[in-house]
């Protein structure tokens, strides 16, 4: 009975701890968490230290990482620019602005009443000097007549120039009277006659009344009014021999009559077709 007493019960014993087991499992881990460490650490920068160490071992590690090859190249057309054209540049924008042409827009007396008496007097026609009117007014003037042919008192054939302004010489207007003038067989005006209408539109620079003198040399009314300013030749109608010259410039605002000028419907507005009216909107008509 004591020999039972004093054996071990099995049920009192403990097993001991599998000690190699745990050892190996720890040097696994161990193993493991190096491992991934090392590889973290030749990895990065682009594998730098991976290659410095196989140089070190003898191993070359400069892989050559092959790159995709690039699309083949496609001609693309490109459209050409249009040839660049010749830009005409009109000469009155850069040509030097000749002041005697002024009076072609501004319709201005481009001279005084003295040098117009004294330029028609160098071209022939003898004008008198600038003097005050014989009506006795503020009036200033100079003249010229010449009689070709009278039956006693009444002049037959003569011509009349006068030309009025004030006294500082700013010119108001030009007169002329022809009567019975001598003609060609054509029927055109005599030159002698014709100088005298030549050199005063000639002296006032209004170049669009110009074509006024191929009436004149005709004989034939013409009335031409422009920027304030008139032309006027005309036949009496008491006489059909008779033919009178009128040159003036109306006494209005300047730019009053430049506005009125340049929006003439006659000259610089023609009407348009009748066919092209009707298709627009009655608000543009």
Known sequence: ???????????????????????????????LSISLVAGTVLLSNDMR?????????????????????PPPLQLVEVAKPAPQLPVK???????????ELAGNFLRTWRKSGPDM???????????????ASAMGSSAYECSFQEVYKEDGERPLSSVFLIIRGDRKGAISNI??????????????????????????????????????????RELKDVRKEGFGASVVFSREFSSENS????MTIKAAPGPQMRTRAF????????????EVSEALSPIFR
């Open 243 to 246: 033919f009178n010259f009128i």
């Open 49 to 69: 230290h991976l290659r410095t160490l196989a140089a070190l071992s003898g191993y070359d590690l400069n892989l050559q990482v092959q790159q995709p090859e």
């Open 89 to 99: 540049i009109p000469p009155r924008l850069i040509e030097v602005p000749q002041p």
């Open 1 to 31: 009975m004591k020999a039972l007493a004093t054996q071990p019960s099995g049920l009192h014993m403990k097993t001991p701890p599998p000690r190699r087991k745990r050892r190996a499992a720890l040097w696994l881990m161990l193993t």
């Open 175 to 216: 007169r002329a009277k022809i009567v019975g003038p001598a003609t060609d067989s054509a029927g055109r005006l005599d030159p002698s006659f014709m100088r005298v209408f030549e050199t005063v539109l000639a002296q006032s620079h209004w170049l669009d009344f110009h074509d006024a003198l191929s009436a004149i």
């Open 263 to 274: 929006f003439s419907t006659g000259r610089w507005m023609p009407a348009p077709d009748n």
């Open 117 to 131: 008496c004294e330029t028609l007097r160098k071209a022939g026609i003898e004008m008198t000097q600038w003097r």
